[in-house]
């Protein structure tokens, strides 16, 4: 995957902001943290 590509994905909301994981499938079109890095 490109930086770019996943700087997108982040944006939207797929990846996690913080460690770069999956988080659950839905695009809500911001920036979100995957459940570990919200409970750190």
């Known amino acids: 995957m490109k930086t770019t590509e996943a700087a997108e994905m ?3 909301g797929l ?3 913080v460690c770069g994981a999956y988080v ?10 995957c459940e570990d890095c ?3």
């Open 24 to 33: 659950d499938g839905e695009e809500p079109g911001y920036p979100r943290k």
């Open 38 to 40: 919200e409970n750190e």
């Open 15 to 17: 990846l996690c902001q």
């Open 10 to 12: 982040v944006l939207k």
